[in-house]
């Protein structure tokens, strides 16, 4: 199973604002994107940039509180497949890590979990459902 580091995701207090401070650094993002509560662009290279409102982080995970030391950068892997999430899930958490999220199939198409890095850093797997 082949996992590839390919979604950088921040977590924004005010989508507008990030998005202006974003665009100002090149990163294309649509037309009106200011009224959503995710957005996404290329980075190239096949790495995207994904910014969620805190609204739309609580509509799957109701207990998130936004960090006050940081926090809100989210790494995320493809694992391809909804079992390749589930199996390195568990070889995570059997590892020691923390499991933030277990395995879920996600509303938006995705089988999804979420572990914590060392440090604390949420780091998403996921996989497209069939």
């Not at 507008?16 to 650094?25: C, D, G, N, P, T």
């Not at 499991?99 to 497209?128: C, H, I, M, S």
């Amino acid at each position: 199973m082949a996992i590839r580091l390919n979604v950088i995701g921040i977590v924004v207090t005010d989508m507008a604002a990030s998005l202006k401070f974003y665009r100002r650094l090149g990163v294309e993002f649509a037309e009106e994107a200011e009224r959503e509560p995710h957005v996404d662009a290329e980075l190239g290279g096949g790495v995207r940039l994904l910014l969620d409102t805190e609204e739309t982080i609580r509509s799957f995970h109701p207990d998130w509180q936004a960090g006050t030391e940081g926090g809100r950068i989210g790494l995320a892997c493809d694992c391809g497949s909804a079992a390749g999430v589930d199996a390195k899930f568990e070889e995570l958490v059997g590892a020691g890590y923390h499991g933030e999220l277990k395995p879920f199939d996600a509303f938006w198409g995705q089988r999804y979990a979420t572990v914590r890095d060392p440090d604390g850093n949420g780091v998403d797997l996921y996989a497209a459902l069939a």
